[in-house]
T-cell receptor, first 112, second 111 residues
Framework: DVKVTQSSRYLVKRTGEKVFLECVQD?????MFWYRQDPGLGLRLIYF???????EKGDIPEGYSVSREKKERFSLILESASTNQTSMYLC???????????FGSGTQLSVL | GEDVEQSLFLSVREGDSSVINCTYT??????LYWYKQEPGAGLQLLTY?????DMKQDQRLTVLLNKKDKHLSLRIADTQTGDSAIYFC???????????FGSGTRLLVRP
């Protein structure tokens, strides 16, 4: 089975801190995604990457950046965390055919 | 634009069937998905249907797709308390790898 691993289950950070959320997948998938999940809003796409060093903005990229230096790892960066970035962050990856998106277990980030 | 809508909540009794509905707006959807999210966990792919299919059955799960009305449903037969979760409908549009998600339907199964 595909495994998508997010490095932290829970994170608490202070306003203004730089935050790194890490995600690793073990199935050699080309495409990786970062979503945030908020109650009543479902999942919203922040950024995705279709290859090493390639990235594209999703629907809500403001306040975020990403890094994909290796195929298996996709990092989400909050340059200066703000309270409105308190959310559940979900990483996902998909094979080239794109039929099935596999998710990590999520990182619940609280920005105080 | 692209939009996927679901009702927010459904409550059923254990042993009954559950039907979770979803509507989408983009007629160029290629695949439609149902994901399940249990408390404190990520999303787990339950099933998916290709847009040229009307129905797909997988054990207790039946997916119905009405492409004309852009309506997708998930039927869970003999619903169990372990089925209590949030269910997300999602569509994949054209050749993009991006999925558009609904806001999720919380299913509560009463004993």
């Amino acid at each position: 089975d595909v495994k998508v691993t997010q490095s932290s289950r829970y994170l608490v950070k202070r306003t203004g801190e730089k935050v790194f959320l890490e995600c690793v997948q073990d199935m050699d998938h080309e495409n990786m995604f970062w979503y945030r999940q908020d109650p009543g809003l479902g999942l919203r796409l922040i950024y995705f990457s279709y290859d090493v060093k390639m990235k594209e903005k999703g629907d809500i990229p403001e306040g975020y950046s990403v890094s994909r230096e290796k195929k298996e790892r996709f990092s989400l960066i909050l340059e200066s965390a703000s309270t409105n970035q308190t959310s559940m962050y979900l990483c996902a990856s998909v094979n080239v055919i794109g039929e099935k998106l596999f998710f990590g277990s999520g990182t619940q980030l609280s920005v105080l | 634009g692209e939009d996927v809508e679901q009702s927010l909540f459904l409550s059923v009794r254990e042993g009954d069937s559950s039907v979770i509905n979803c509507t989408y707006t983009d007629s160029s959807s290629t695949y439609l998905y149902w994901y399940k999210q249990e408390p404190g966990a990520g999303l787990q792919l339950l099933t998916y249907i290709f847009s040229n299919m009307d129905m797909k059955q997988d054990q207790r799960l039946t997916v119905l797709l009405n492409k004309k009305d852009k309506h997708l449903s998930l039927r869970i037969a003999d619903t169990q308390t372990g089925d209590s979760a949030i269910y997300f409908c999602a569509e994949k549009v054209d050749s993009s790898y991006k999925l558009i998600f609904g806001s999720g339907t919380r299913l509560l199964v009463r004993p």
